[in-house]
């Protein structure tokens, strides 16, 4: 079975800052995907950024970014230039025979 | 627009009783899915199904029951069998059940006092 482990509760980061969101997961499988979902206080589940395992480029969406390290199962998130909006709960997933979730990084920006 | 409801997004029921959650999409997507969301955890999958007539049971499936009659709707009822019943309940569907991106509902509140 798949785990994924977020080993930080919460965070924080001014705001126009960069800030970066850790995530480790174990599984036997080869193909498979990772994302990152953002959680406002509203609740919805947005998602935010995906990476394909067979691919060794970064995905990046505008000021989101990944750093993908497949050998150490490693799948951080970068936050460019924060904005308020960006204060929510992060939760990494992984997804192959079926889409695990970390337990969340509650992420606040500071004006 | 194209999307998943959940309605309503709040819900109140005294112990004993069973109530049904809606999920309904419009995307076209084949597989559907349940996850409960407990107070700074993660989401447990409850139920999916990867097409019409079908559905499997996930990590959490004591006490829930589903139906998957319209590709479009996938409700979930939580019955009196469940013990903590108390919980943010959020519906998603994707493509199909590889591994796919999923799109989730705003979620359902379920209080039972």
């Known amino acids: 079975a798949q785990t994924v482990t977020q080993s930080q509760p919460e965070m924080s980061v001014q705001e126009a800052e960069t800030v970066t969101l850790s995530c480790t997961y174990d599984?036997?499988?080869?193909?498979?995907?990772l994302f990152w979902y953002k959680q406002p206080p509203s609740r919805q589940m947005i998602l935010v950024i995906r990476?394909?395992?067979?691919?060794?480029q970064n995905a990046t969406e505008n000021r989101f970014s990944v750093n993908f390290q497949k050998a150490a199962k490693s799948f951080s998130l970068k936050i460019s230039d924060s904005q308020l909006g960006d204060t929510a709960m992060y939760f990494c997933a992984f997804r192959g025979s079926r889409l695990t979730f970390g337990e969340g990084t509650q992420l606040t920006v500071n004006p | 627009d194209g999307g998943i409801t959940q309605s309503p997004k709040y819900l109140f029921r005294k112990e004993g009783q069973n109530v049904t959650l809606s999920c309904e999409q419009n995307?076209?997507?084949?597989?559907m899915y349940w996850y409960r969301q407990d107070p700074g955890q993660g989401l447990r999958l409850i139920y999916y199904s990867q097409i019409v007539n079908d559905f499997q049971k996930g990590d959490i499936a004591e006490g829930y029951s589903v139906s998957r009659e319209k590709k479009e709707s996938f409700p979930l009822t939580v019955t009196s069998a469940q013990k903590n019943p108390t919980a943010f309940y959020l519906c998603?569907?994707?493509?199909?059940?590889?591994?796919?991106?999923?799109?989730f509902g705003p979620g359902t509140r379920l209080t039972v006092t």
């Open positions: 599984t036997s499988e080869n193909n498979y995907y």
């Open positions: 998603a569907s994707s493509i199909g059940a590889g591994t796919y991106e999923q799109y």
């Open positions: 990476q394909e395992a067979y691919k060794q």
């Open positions: 995307l076209n997507h084949d597989a």
